[in-house]
């Protein structure tokens, strides 16, 4: 099926850079939030990244002017429904995905594909309480969108060949590679990012290393591009959390038993970059470590 008009839920850091690539792919964006404000951040946020690919020439500036004329935003969740193809990015708690798909129930049209950028619930069931868990997926961009080169592909137990294919296609289309994983906890990205992330927190706990030297040990020793404590203030610490819990309740082992130290910077609101402070304080000019 050919997709041409896609709803992206959700104006947050992964929502906005979904908007992005596919308005860059010419697919007509229309972007949601409950936030006037947070509207207009992602509007500025698009324009000021794509103009970073026109100033380094990746990007004709027709070709932005184009992709910005091709995004819509609007308040009303519901205008989405007729959209060949909804995304949903919002934030990584089940129940607030859960009410997206409840109201958005009854206004979609019958082709309309329903996808989640979830980085760890569980496809099947939010497949299951929609009316259309055969046209349902995990569709999963890697942070920043616009740069990294996977969307992870995930079938849950009723997803058809027929939809499968379609978000494969549109993978194609957006330039970007796709791996296929099975509907389990996290995934096969995450599965394996996460428990290094919070790994790097433990050694942090357990005074086995500064926040500089653990993020230093990692980049100069195994050629990351950022340390771990670095990439889950990038990624949120919030997100972190939530995925470690999902992984710790949907394998029921031990291992992956989230840090305290963690729980605890979520517990202040020290989010990361998002709210300016988290294993890094960014509020000055260079980000400093807070431990
Ligand atoms: N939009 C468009 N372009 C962007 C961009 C954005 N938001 N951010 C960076 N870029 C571009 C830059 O313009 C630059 O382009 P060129 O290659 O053409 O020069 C390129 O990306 C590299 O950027 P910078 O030179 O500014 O910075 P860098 O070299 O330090 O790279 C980075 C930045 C790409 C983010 C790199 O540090 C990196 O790869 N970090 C790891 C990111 C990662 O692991 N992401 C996955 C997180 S896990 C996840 O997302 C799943 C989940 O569910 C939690």
């Not at 964006?29 to 936030?35: E, F, H, S, T, Y």
């Not at 103009?51 to 500036?61: D, F, I, L, N």
């Not at 932005?64 to 819509?72: F, N």
């Not at 309480?129 to 969108?145: L, S």
Request: proline content about 5%; overall charge negative; charged content about 20%.
């Amino acid at each position: 099926m050919a997709i041409q008009t896609v709803g992206v839920v959700g104006a947050g850091q992964m929502g906005s850079g979904i908007a992005h690539v596919f308005s860059l792919a010419g697919y007509d964006v229309l972007l949601n939030d409950i936030a006037q404000d947070s509207l207009d951040k992602a509007m500025a946020t698009i324009d000021r990244n794509i103009e970073r690919q026109v100033a380094r020439g990746k990007v004709t500036p027709e070709d932005k002017s184009a992709a910005m004329a091709r995004i819509r935003t609007t308040l009303d969740l519901t205008s989405l429904g007729p959209c060949d193809l909804i995304i949903e990015a919002a934030t990584e708690k089940e129940a607030v995905k859960q009410a997206i798909f409840d109201k958005l129930a009854g206004h979609l049209a019958p082709h309309t594909i329903l996808a989640s950028n979830t980085s760890s619930i569980s496809i099947t069931r939010l497949a299951s309480r929609t009316d259309r868990p055969e046209k349902f997926m995990g569709f999963h961009f890697m942070n920043p969108v616009p740069v990294m080169q996977l969307v992870e592909l995930i079938r849950g137990i009723a997803t058809d060949k027929a939809t499968y294919d379609t978000l494969h296609d549109v993978v194609v289309r957006l330039g970007k590679t796709s791996s296929t994983s099975e509907d389990f906890p996290a995934f096969i990205v995450n599965r394996i990012l996460m428990p290094m992330i919070n790994e790097a927190v433990y050694t942090l706990y357990e005074g086995v290393g500064s926040v500089k030297s653990i993020d230093e040990s990692m980049k100069l020793g195994a050629n990351h591009p950022m340390g771990p404590l670095e990439l889950a203030d990038f990624i949120g610490l919030d997100t972190c959390l939530a995925i470690m819990n999902v992984l710790h309740d949907g394998l029921a082992d031990t291992k992956y038993r989230p840090c305290p130290l963690l729980t605890k910077y979520v517990e202040a609101g020290w989010l990361g970059r998002k709210t300016q402070r988290g294993f890094y304080d960014y509020r000055g000019d260079v980000p400093v470590p807070t431990r």
